[in-house]
T-cell receptor
Framework: NAGVMQNPRHLVRRRGQEARLRCSPMKGHSHVYWYRQLPEEGLKFMVYLQKENIIDESGMPKERFSAEFPKEGPSILRIQQVVRGDSAAYFC???????????FGQGTRLTVV | DQQVKQNSPSLSVQEGRISILNCDYTNSMFDYFLWYKKYPAEGPTFLISISSIKDKNEDGRFTVFLNKSAKHLSLHIVPSQPGDSAVYFCAASKAGNQFYFGTGTSLTVIP
């Protein structure tokens, strides 16, 4: 049973480009969480999704950021018109439901140049 | 608003001794608590969890204690080993919602 798979592991984008981060949850997991870790900071919640539904997006910036978890395929975190401040490690986690631990992927390190 | 707090950014412990990592929370609705371990350039790894109906959960060298009245939990590692050196995050959730993480405590176990 493969763990949570995130790709790419490293992503470099120029200012103004779009970044797409993908997350394939563990088999049987229908809950996906995205977190961001800025340098020297902890994990900041961004969005919580279940299949085809956004449950909580209270941590998502209001502009340029969006997330989806379609019926088929990975969850996608999309950042449009990236800026230097978007440079961070983005982690995805999945769980089979509420009341269970979440398992994390290795993260995608986004660098905006 | 930081609902889960780890007030000690770092901790150093001699190998073989006990490591105690602390975590405080503000939301009395939290009913599930977890500890994660994180190495540089890797994702957090789940260590141990505890439900609010319990006050202690043990797994090998790791024990988590929950004091609901004080809104405090702690992770005890005994005996500490050099391989335990990492950043430890506590997290909390309430049913059906996201996990709230603390800012982490960097543990160094000195051989």
């Amino acid at each position: 049973n493969a763990g949570v798979m995130q790709n790419p592991r490293h992503l470099v984008r120029r200012r103004g480009q779009e970044a797409r981060l993908r997350c394939s949850p563990m088999k049987g997991h229908s809950h996906v969480y995205w977190y961001r870790q800025l340098p020297e900071e902890g994990l900041k919640f961004m969005v919580y999704l279940q299949k085809e539904n956004i449950i909580d997006e209270s941590g998502m910036p209001k502009e340029r950021f969006s997330a989806e978890f379609p019926k088929e395929g990975p969850s996608i975190l999309r950042i449009q018109q990236v800026v230097r401040g978007d440079s961070a490690a983005y982690f995805c986690a999945s769980s089979p439901g509420t009341g269970f631990e979440a398992f994390f992927g290795q993260g995608t390190r986004l660098t905006v140049v | 608003d930081q609902q889960v707090k780890q007030n000690s950014p770092s901790l150093s412990v001699q190998e073989g001794r006990i490591s105690i990592l602390n975590c405080d929370y503000t939301n009395s609705m939290f009913d599930y608590f977890l500890w994660y371990k994180k190495y540089p350039a890797e994702g957090p790894t789940f260590l141990i969890s505890i439900s609010s109906i319990k006050d202690k959960n043990e797994d090998g060298r790791f024990t988590v204690f929950l004091n609901k009245s004080a809104k405090h939990l702690s992770l005890h590692i005994v005996p500490s080993q050099p391989g335990d050196s990492a950043v430890y995050f506590c997290a909390a959730s309430k049913a059906g919602n996201q996990f709230y993480f603390g800012t982490g405590t960097s543990l160094t176990v000195i051989p």
